[in-house]
Protein backbone atom coordinates (compact mmCIF):
# COMPACT_ATOMS: atom_id res chain seq x y z
CA UNK A 1 0.00 0.00 0.00
CA UNK A 2 1.25 3.72 -0.84
CA UNK A 3 1.55 5.10 2.80
CA UNK A 4 3.84 8.16 1.35
CA UNK A 5 3.72 10.07 -1.74
CA UNK A 6 5.95 13.55 -2.08
CA UNK A 7 7.47 15.74 -4.66
CA UNK A 8 10.70 18.32 -4.46
CA UNK A 9 9.50 21.01 -6.79
CA UNK A 10 13.22 22.39 -6.25
CA UNK A 11 15.55 20.09 -6.44
CA UNK A 12 17.47 20.07 -2.88
CA UNK A 13 14.54 22.07 -0.83
CA UNK A 14 12.39 20.19 1.14
CA UNK A 15 9.02 18.74 -0.58
CA UNK A 16 5.62 18.54 -0.23
CA UNK A 17 3.35 15.60 1.07
CA UNK A 18 0.69 14.97 -1.41
CA UNK A 19 -2.84 12.89 -1.36
CA UNK A 20 -2.63 11.81 -4.91
CA UNK A 21 0.16 12.50 -7.93
CA UNK A 22 -0.20 12.49 -11.62
CA UNK A 23 2.52 9.92 -12.81
CA UNK A 24 4.32 11.01 -15.70
CA UNK A 25 6.82 9.34 -18.13
CA UNK A 26 9.73 11.90 -16.59
CA UNK A 27 8.45 10.97 -12.84
CA UNK A 28 5.76 12.59 -10.93
CA UNK A 29 4.53 15.54 -12.07
CA UNK A 30 5.97 18.88 -10.74
CA UNK A 31 8.63 16.99 -9.43
CA UNK A 32 12.14 18.47 -9.56
CA UNK A 33 10.76 20.91 -12.42
CA UNK A 34 13.25 24.27 -10.71
CA UNK A 35 16.09 23.88 -9.53
CA UNK A 36 19.38 26.77 -8.22
CA UNK A 37 22.46 27.05 -9.90
CA UNK A 38 25.57 28.67 -9.74
CA UNK A 39 27.34 31.20 -12.10
CA UNK A 40 28.61 28.40 -14.27
CA UNK A 41 25.13 26.76 -14.71
CA UNK A 42 26.03 23.76 -12.16
CA UNK A 43 23.41 22.85 -9.78
CA UNK A 44 23.36 23.36 -5.85
CA UNK A 45 22.42 20.89 -3.73
CA UNK A 46 22.54 20.28 0.23
CA UNK A 47 25.75 18.55 -0.38
CA UNK A 48 27.61 21.64 -0.77
CA UNK A 49 24.71 23.94 0.90
CA UNK A 50 23.02 22.08 3.73
CA UNK A 51 20.88 25.33 4.53
CA UNK A 52 18.67 24.67 1.54
CA UNK A 53 17.19 22.02 3.85
CA UNK A 54 15.83 24.77 5.77
CA UNK A 55 13.72 26.44 3.96
CA UNK A 56 9.56 25.37 3.74
CA UNK A 57 7.70 25.11 0.65
CA UNK A 58 4.12 25.39 0.71
CA UNK A 59 1.59 24.77 -2.09
CA UNK A 60 -0.67 28.01 -3.69
CA UNK A 61 -3.26 28.39 -6.30
CA UNK A 62 -0.66 27.83 -8.54
CA UNK A 63 2.75 26.73 -7.56
CA UNK A 64 4.48 26.92 -4.61
CA UNK A 65 5.65 29.18 -1.48
CA UNK A 66 8.89 29.05 -0.32
CA UNK A 67 9.69 30.53 3.26
CA UNK A 68 13.35 31.68 3.89
CA UNK A 69 15.27 29.64 6.77
CA UNK A 70 14.08 32.05 9.39
CA UNK A 71 10.33 32.36 7.92
CA UNK A 72 11.10 35.89 7.41
CA UNK A 73 10.20 36.41 3.96
CA UNK A 74 8.73 34.00 1.05
CA UNK A 75 8.39 34.06 -2.50
CA UNK A 76 6.13 32.82 -4.59
CA UNK A 77 7.07 30.14 -7.87
CA UNK A 78 4.63 28.71 -10.43
CA UNK A 79 4.46 25.50 -11.60
CA UNK A 80 4.71 26.62 -15.19
CA UNK A 81 6.94 29.12 -16.66
CA UNK A 82 8.57 30.46 -19.70
CA UNK A 83 11.66 32.28 -19.68
CA UNK A 84 15.06 33.07 -21.21
CA UNK A 85 16.98 29.96 -22.03
CA UNK A 86 19.97 29.16 -20.53
CA UNK A 87 22.60 25.91 -20.14
CA UNK A 88 22.49 24.17 -17.14
CA UNK A 89 24.13 20.98 -15.80
CA UNK A 90 23.21 18.29 -13.78
CA UNK A 91 26.35 15.91 -13.48
CA UNK A 92 27.59 14.42 -16.77
CA UNK A 93 24.41 16.13 -18.38
CA UNK A 94 24.30 19.83 -19.93
CA UNK A 95 20.99 21.20 -20.86
CA UNK A 96 18.74 24.11 -21.57
CA UNK A 97 16.44 25.24 -19.11
CA UNK A 98 14.51 28.46 -18.93
CA UNK A 99 14.99 31.52 -16.63
CA UNK A 100 13.14 32.65 -13.75
CA UNK A 101 13.89 36.46 -11.65
CA UNK A 102 16.81 38.35 -11.15
CA UNK A 103 14.55 39.40 -8.31
CA UNK A 104 14.35 35.77 -6.92
CA UNK A 105 17.70 34.84 -7.62
CA UNK A 106 18.44 38.10 -5.80
CA UNK A 107 16.53 36.40 -2.84
CA UNK A 108 18.07 32.91 -2.91
CA UNK A 109 21.58 34.38 -3.14
CA UNK A 110 20.81 36.80 -0.12
CA UNK A 111 20.36 34.01 1.69
CA UNK A 112 22.66 31.40 0.55
CA UNK A 113 25.87 34.08 0.56
CA UNK A 114 26.40 32.73 -3.23
CA UNK A 115 25.51 34.00 -6.40
CA UNK A 116 22.99 31.85 -7.55
CA UNK A 117 20.18 31.53 -9.97
CA UNK A 118 16.73 30.01 -10.07
CA UNK A 119 15.82 27.82 -13.35
CA UNK A 120 13.12 25.85 -14.51
CA UNK A 121 12.65 22.62 -16.79
CA UNK A 122 11.24 24.02 -20.60
CA UNK A 123 10.13 22.41 -23.73
CA UNK A 124 13.69 22.56 -24.77
CA UNK A 125 15.18 20.75 -21.89
CA UNK A 126 16.04 17.50 -23.30
CA UNK A 127 17.60 15.12 -20.92
CA UNK A 128 17.26 11.21 -21.45
CA UNK A 129 17.90 8.34 -18.85
CA UNK A 130 18.97 5.60 -20.91
CA UNK A 131 20.40 1.82 -20.16
CA UNK A 132 20.41 -1.61 -22.38
CA UNK A 133 17.43 -2.58 -20.18
CA UNK A 134 14.89 0.29 -20.58
CA UNK A 135 13.80 2.73 -23.09
CA UNK A 136 14.87 6.11 -23.89
CA UNK A 137 13.49 7.88 -20.40
CA UNK A 138 13.42 11.74 -20.21
CA UNK A 139 14.21 13.43 -17.12
CA UNK A 140 13.52 16.72 -15.02
CA UNK A 141 16.31 18.02 -12.67
CA UNK A 142 16.52 14.68 -10.76
CA UNK A 143 20.02 13.16 -9.87
CA UNK A 144 19.64 10.00 -11.86
CA UNK A 145 16.30 8.54 -12.25
CA UNK A 146 12.47 9.43 -12.46
CA UNK A 147 10.73 8.33 -9.17
CA UNK A 148 12.74 7.13 -5.76
CA UNK A 149 10.82 3.85 -4.05
CA UNK A 150 11.50 3.05 -0.56
CA UNK A 151 9.60 0.51 1.65
CA UNK A 152 8.42 1.92 5.57
CA UNK A 153 9.80 -1.62 6.30
CA UNK A 154 13.59 -0.65 5.24
CA UNK A 155 13.52 2.57 7.51
CA UNK A 156 12.08 0.43 10.25
CA UNK A 157 15.24 -2.07 9.60
CA UNK A 158 17.67 0.99 9.73
CA UNK A 159 16.32 2.38 12.61
CA UNK A 160 16.46 -1.16 14.57
CA UNK A 161 20.50 -0.69 14.39
CA UNK A 162 20.57 2.88 14.83
CA UNK A 163 21.15 4.57 18.29
CA UNK A 164 19.00 7.64 17.34
CA UNK A 165 16.43 6.98 14.31
CA UNK A 166 15.93 8.91 11.67
CA UNK A 167 13.13 10.19 9.42
CA UNK A 168 12.17 8.97 6.03
CA UNK A 169 12.81 12.49 4.89
CA UNK A 170 16.91 11.91 4.95
CA UNK A 171 16.04 10.30 2.11
CA UNK A 172 13.99 12.60 0.10
CA UNK A 173 12.05 9.55 -1.68
CA UNK A 174 8.96 9.71 -4.20
CA UNK A 175 6.77 7.12 -2.89
CA UNK A 176 7.00 5.54 0.28
CA UNK A 177 5.13 1.58 0.41
CA UNK A 178 4.43 -0.57 3.39
CA UNK A 179 3.11 -3.88 1.19
CA UNK A 180 6.79 -6.26 2.10
CA UNK A 181 9.78 -6.53 4.57
CA UNK A 182 12.84 -4.79 4.74
CA UNK A 183 14.32 -3.95 1.31
CA UNK A 184 12.28 -6.07 -1.18
CA UNK A 185 11.80 -3.05 -2.72
CA UNK A 186 14.90 -4.44 -4.42
CA UNK A 187 13.66 -7.30 -5.99
CA UNK A 188 10.21 -5.61 -7.45
CA UNK A 189 11.34 -6.17 -11.06
CA UNK A 190 7.83 -5.14 -12.92
CA UNK A 191 5.06 -4.03 -10.46
CA UNK A 192 1.98 -1.91 -9.95
CA UNK A 193 0.77 1.03 -7.59
CA UNK A 194 -3.49 0.70 -7.86
CA UNK A 195 -3.91 0.60 -11.74
CA UNK A 196 -0.71 1.98 -12.90
CA UNK A 197 2.34 -0.37 -13.61
CA UNK A 198 5.98 0.35 -12.86
CA UNK A 199 9.52 -1.17 -13.95
CA UNK A 200 12.60 -1.06 -11.59
CA UNK A 201 16.01 0.76 -12.93
CA UNK A 202 18.43 -0.03 -10.51
CA UNK A 203 18.96 0.25 -6.60
CA UNK A 204 19.88 3.97 -5.37
CA UNK A 205 23.20 4.49 -4.26
CA UNK A 206 23.09 6.64 -1.41
CA UNK A 207 25.48 10.24 -0.84
CA UNK A 208 26.33 12.61 2.42
CA UNK A 209 22.75 14.06 2.25
CA UNK A 210 21.22 11.50 4.50
CA UNK A 211 23.40 12.76 6.71
CA UNK A 212 21.76 15.89 7.28
CA UNK A 213 18.86 16.24 9.54
CA UNK A 214 16.10 18.25 7.40
CA UNK A 215 15.35 19.82 10.57
CA UNK A 216 17.99 21.43 11.60
CA UNK A 217 20.25 21.24 8.97
CA UNK A 218 23.38 19.62 10.82
CA UNK A 219 25.27 16.83 9.13
CA UNK A 220 26.88 13.99 11.50
CA UNK A 221 27.74 10.33 10.31
CA UNK A 222 24.38 8.54 10.68
CA UNK A 223 22.76 7.13 8.41
CA UNK A 224 25.62 6.42 6.26
CA UNK A 225 27.91 4.60 8.91
CA UNK A 226 25.64 2.10 9.53
CA UNK A 227 23.84 1.29 6.29
CA UNK A 228 28.07 0.75 4.99
CA UNK A 229 28.04 -2.32 7.21
CA UNK A 230 24.77 -4.06 5.73
CA UNK A 231 23.87 -2.43 2.88
CA UNK A 232 27.07 -1.94 0.64
CA UNK A 233 28.55 -2.94 -2.27
CA UNK A 234 31.13 -1.90 -4.91
CA UNK A 235 32.10 0.97 -2.68
CA UNK A 236 28.46 2.32 -2.65
CA UNK A 237 25.77 2.27 -0.30
CA UNK A 238 22.50 1.15 -1.33
CA UNK A 239 18.97 2.46 0.14
CA UNK A 240 15.82 2.45 -1.74
CA UNK A 241 15.13 1.43 -5.62
CA UNK A 242 14.36 3.93 -8.63
CA UNK A 243 11.54 2.71 -10.64
CA UNK A 244 9.93 4.34 -13.61
CA UNK A 245 5.85 4.29 -15.16
CA UNK A 246 5.36 2.27 -18.07
CA UNK A 247 1.22 2.21 -18.10
CA UNK A 248 -1.95 2.98 -16.06
CA UNK A 249 -4.12 5.53 -14.99
CA UNK A 250 -1.55 8.12 -14.08
CA UNK A 251 -3.31 8.89 -10.87
CA UNK A 252 -1.28 7.52 -8.13
CA UNK A 253 -3.03 7.94 -4.32
CA UNK A 254 -2.33 7.26 -0.58
CA UNK A 255 -4.01 3.76 0.20
CA UNK A 256 -3.20 1.96 -3.84
CA UNK A 257 -2.11 -1.45 -3.33
CA UNK A 258 0.77 -2.81 -4.34
CA UNK A 259 0.93 -5.88 -6.69
CA UNK A 260 4.11 -7.62 -7.76
CA UNK A 261 6.23 -10.54 -8.41
CA UNK A 262 9.99 -10.97 -6.98
CA UNK A 263 12.61 -11.12 -9.47
CA UNK A 264 13.68 -14.13 -10.02
Not at 218 to 247: C, H, I, M
Amino acid sequence: MVSGIYIYPVKGLPGLSLQESHVLAQGLKHDRTWMLVDDAGTFISQRSTPILSQFRLEPNSDGFTVYDPNGLSSISIPFYHHGKEVKVQVWDDTFNAQHFSTSVDLWFSNILNISCQLVCIGSNSQRLFMTNNSPEIPLSFVDACPILLIGNSSLLELNSRLAEPIKMDRFRPNLVVDDFGAFMEHELGSFKLGENTFKSIKSCARCSVTTINQQTGKAGLEPLKTLSTFRQKDNKVYFGEYVYFTSGSGIISLGDRLYYRERG
